[in-house]
Each structure stands twice: as C-alpha cells, then as structure tokens.
C-alpha cells in the first residue's frame, strides 16, 4: 500500500521561506505533485515532477517562488517555497501518480498524503 506523509509545514511571517518534505513508501512512483486548499477553496495546483526529477511545470502564482524537487534514493520529493504571501495559505497535498506523465488534474493522481497546514501571516 502506498503511503505518502507530509512534513515541514507551519507558520511564517510573509516574505520567509518553508520546505514541505513528501516522504512516500510502498511502491515506485512516477510523477509526483503538490497542490494545495485553503478555506472555502478548490484543491489547486502547486508543481509537478516527472519520476527523474528533470522535468517541472509550477502553477503561475508561484512560478519565481517555489521550487520541486525529488530525492528518488530517499523516496522524498520537495517544495521549498520562498517569498511567500499571505495568499499561500492552505494546507498543501503531496500526490503521486503510479503510472502517467506530469499533470495539473488532481484527479490523475492515484495517491494523496494527509496534508500540512501552511499558514503565513501579512
């Protein structure tokens, strides 16, 4: 069973900077992502990557800002968010694809971890 688990989540005063950590295990896994849902909000598209870790695709909100990226010999895979804004808030998903290439659909992912609440204050 794939199991995926967040970490690195909290609270930040606008401007700082935070790294989610997405720790997966059980299986071999392809493309992998981030997105997130704050209050009221649909579960939106944060990054992408293929199962190497070459290839990227970030939403327009935080394209200069954010940055995926993936250790496959650890099983992690990255957000490291810098600059961050008070319209960042949300809890962030980590996905995972078992088969299929980089996508923004949350629904091509077959996996989704628990979630971590991001909070950054103005």
């Known amino acids: 069973q794939v199991q995926l688990v967040e970490s690195g989540g909290g609270f930040v005063q606008a401007g700082g900077s935070l790294r989610l950590s997405c720790a997966a295990s059980g299986s071999t896994l392809s493309t992998m992502g981030w997105f997130r849902q704050a209050p009221g909000k649909e579960r939106e598209f944060v990054a992408t990557t293929n199962w190497g870790g070459s290839l990227t695709n970030l939403a327009d909100s935080v394209k200069g800002r954010f940055t995926i990226s993936r250790d496959n010999a650890k099983s992690t895979v990255y957000l490291q968010m810098n600059s961050l804004k008070p319209e960042d808030t949300a809890v962030y998903y980590c996905?995972?694809?078992?088969?299929?290439?980089?996508?923004?659909?949350?629904?091509?992912?077959?996996?989704w971890g628990q979630g971590t609440q991001v909070t950054v204050s103005s």
């Open positions: 996905a995972a694809r078992l088969w299929g290439a980089r996508s923004n659909r949350p629904d091509d992912y077959h996996y």
